[in-house]
């Protein structure tokens, strides 16, 4: 059977889980998410319990400057209790930022214009940037 729809699929599994528990003609919801990582609906439950993003509060920040590096350098390590990450570009060249390891002019997520600050939210990895040359810093503040 071939679904493309979420809806569908959800009515579809729904269907299959009654039929299993032999409850058919039962009146029964069964709430089902998107897991992106395994490409999967998965049912909520006590076990699996609906996940949330955007609730997260900092309860402190932490501000370190990076000096400007014509050679990939990292502005913030991996970090799983991160909320957010916000990055200015303070400097007049270019700076390549990248979500993952060594960024590059042809190998990166945003690029920043002089002055330009990035907001980056629900990513905890490495954060690599490089500039296009060497003058100023990024001002990183993590929360």
């Known amino acids: 059977m071939s679904l493309d729809k979420t809806?569908?699929?959800s009515v579809y599994l729904d269907r299959e889980e009654h039929a299993h528990k032999g409850a058919v003609g039962a009146k029964q919801v069964v709430v089902y998410y998107y897991d992106s990582i395994t490409?999967?609906?998965?049912?909520?439950?006590?076990t699996n319990p609906l996940?949330?993003?955007?609730?997260?509060?900092a309860?402190?920040?932490?501000?370190?400057?990076?000096?400007?590096?014509?050679t990939s350098v990292t502005l913030k390590a991996s970090n799983a209790?991160?909320?957010s990450l916000t990055i200015t570009?303070?400097?007049?060249?270019?700076?390549?930022?990248?979500?993952?390891?060594?960024?590059?002019?042809?190998?990166?997520?945003?690029?920043?214009?002089?002055y330009?600050?990035?907001?980056?939210?629900?990513?905890?990895?490495?954060?690599?940037g490089i500039?296009?040359?060497?003058n100023g810093s990024a001002r990183v503040t993590e929360r």
């Not at 490409?39 to 006590?46: A, Q, R």
């Open 39 to 46: 490409d999967t609906l998965k049912p909520v439950n006590s």
């Open 7 to 9: 809806s569908e699929k």
């Open 131 to 134: 500039w296009v040359s060497v």
């Open 51 to 57: 996940p949330t993003s955007g609730n997260a509060k």
């Open 89 to 114: 570009n303070d400097s007049t060249s270019v700076l390549y930022v990248k979500e993952g390891a060594t960024a590059s002019a042809t190998s990166y997520t945003w690029r920043l214009a002089s």
């Open 59 to 70: 309860a402190t920040s932490t501000l370190t400057n990076v000096t400007s590096s014509a």
């Open 116 to 128: 330009d600050t990035l907001v980056i939210d629900d990513y905890t990895g490495i954060v690599d």
């Open 81 to 83: 209790s991160r909320v």
